[in-house]
């Protein structure tokens, strides 16, 4: 029974491994397009302003694998600029949305299957007609467990009543995908989806995480080992 025992630790280690003990990689990045300040589209929870009303942006993403995410950078500036000096941490709400099922284009669902609100770590970027752009980098207070060639649509919203100005979340064209970005007005407002458009800007970090197949594949492999040695 004692190499029963030890290949169930065995099997329990390594299953762990995979799944929460991987090293962080990047998962997916989708860089800025910065040709100009054009490419900027409005994603802030207060700003209002004549011919400016209230605007949410979220764009969809899949990955290969099975993965956690646990970190989410973005790219983007402030319009129009102003005085104050942009602080090093700004507040976000960050939200992961599912496809809505029963739709005939595809769309973020009503309500988020995940979402928190962070400050985002601030680093300028480069200049563009005269605009700082900057990065935004932020660790995810708590992981989101995407699926494999699953659809999502992530959500990146500032937040900071700190801060001046309008955020303007750059895209990542010039390349335009059947099913672009998404916008509204406030949480309570539907998506609209906005065809042949360019995807959003932004990058994930975070670990794979191997299928089922591949993890009974290692419990069996332990087994076996811890077999063969038992028996010398």
């Not at 949305?97 to 928190?116: H, M």
């Not at 100005?165 to 989806?193: C, E, K, L, M, Y």
Request: charged letters at 10%.
């Amino acid at each position: 029974m004692k190499w029963i025992t030890q290949a169930i630790a065995v099997s329990v280690l390594l299953n762990w491994t995979a799944i929460g003990g991987g090293a962080s990689e990047l998962l997916l990045n989708r860089s800025p397009n910065t040709s100009n300040i054009a490419q900027g589209l409005r994603s802030d929870q207060y700003y209002e302003a004549p011919g400016s009303p209230l605007q949410q942006m979220a764009d969809r993403f899949s990955l290969a694998n099975s993965a956690m995410i646990t970190a989410v950078s973005w790219w983007g500036f402030y319009f129009p600029a102003g005085s104050l000096t942009t602080p090093q941490q700004i507040q976000f709400h960050i939200r992961m949305f599912t496809d809505q099922p029963g739709t005939i284009a595809i769309a973020p669902s009503a309500s988020p299957s995940y979402e928190t609100t962070l400050f985002a770590n601030v680093s300028p970027f480069i200049t563009v007609q005269g605009y700082q752009t900057y990065t935004f980098s932020a660790q995810l207070l708590d992981p989101f467990a995407a699926k494999m060639q699953t659809g999502y649509w992530l959500s990146v919203v500032e937040s900071d009543v700190s801060t001046d100005g309008a955020f303007d979340w750059f895209n990542s064209g010039p390349q335009r995908w059947p099913i672009g970005w998404a916008s509204r007005a406030r949480d309570i407002d539907p998506w609209t989806v906005f065809s042949n458009t360019e995807q959003m800007s932004f990058s994930f970090s975070g670990s794979v995480v191997p299928e089922p197949a591949v993890l009974a594949l290692l419990a069996l492999g332990a087994v076996i080992i811890l077999f063969r040695w038992q028996r010398k």
